[in-house]
């Protein structure tokens, strides 16, 4: 289920040494794009704060096909995948500007009880929020 579209112009601070984004910005940029998601839905930090209950990522699988440069433009695609009881899957897509994939990355999580400090079934609020 294809949740959003997330554009960002990759500057300096973005970039290495080597001159193209290095593997810990893309994991920053992919949680850029899915609290957009989430906030665009309704559930972003100041609800994760209020309710004490947000998401945690349990996993991550990422896949480099293509550098990325500086003063590119990428798209980010986020979708989910599934979601049974406490475990869910969401799919990233990092996009060039010709259409080319230049990363992949599935996300496995869960929604966290900030208070119990354990995994909890999803709210109907959060459901929402990740499209669902």
Same mark, same amino acid.
């Given at each position: ?10 500057? &300096? ?5 080597? @001159?193209? /984004?290095?593997?810990?910005?893309? %994991?920053?940029?992919?949680? +850029?794009? $899915? ?11 100041? &609800? ?5 209950? @947000?998401? /945690?990522?349990?996993?991550?699988? %990422?896949?480099?096909?293509? +550098?990325? $440069? ?63």
């Amino acid at each position: 289920m294809a949740l959003s579209d997330y554009s960002v112009l990759i500057r &300096e601070f973005h970039v290495d040494s080597l @001159g193209h /984004v290095n593997n810990a910005t893309y %994991l920053a940029l992919l949680e +850029e794009a $899915r609290w957009e998601v989430i906030t665009g839905n309704g559930y972003g930090f100041s &609800e994760v704060q209020k309710h004490k209950k @947000g998401p /945690v990522i349990l996993e991550v699988n %990422l896949k480099f096909m293509k +550098e990325i $440069r500086l003063r590119e433009t990428i798209t980010i695609k986020t979708e989910m995948a599934d979601y049974t009881g406490k475990i869910g899957h969401i799919k990233q897509t990092i996009l060039k500007q010709d259409g080319s994939v230049s990363a992949e990355a599935l996300f496995t999580f869960g929604f966290f009880d900030l208070q119990t400090r354990r995994l909890i079934e999803p709210t109907p609020e959060w459901l929402k929020a990740i499209g669902m």
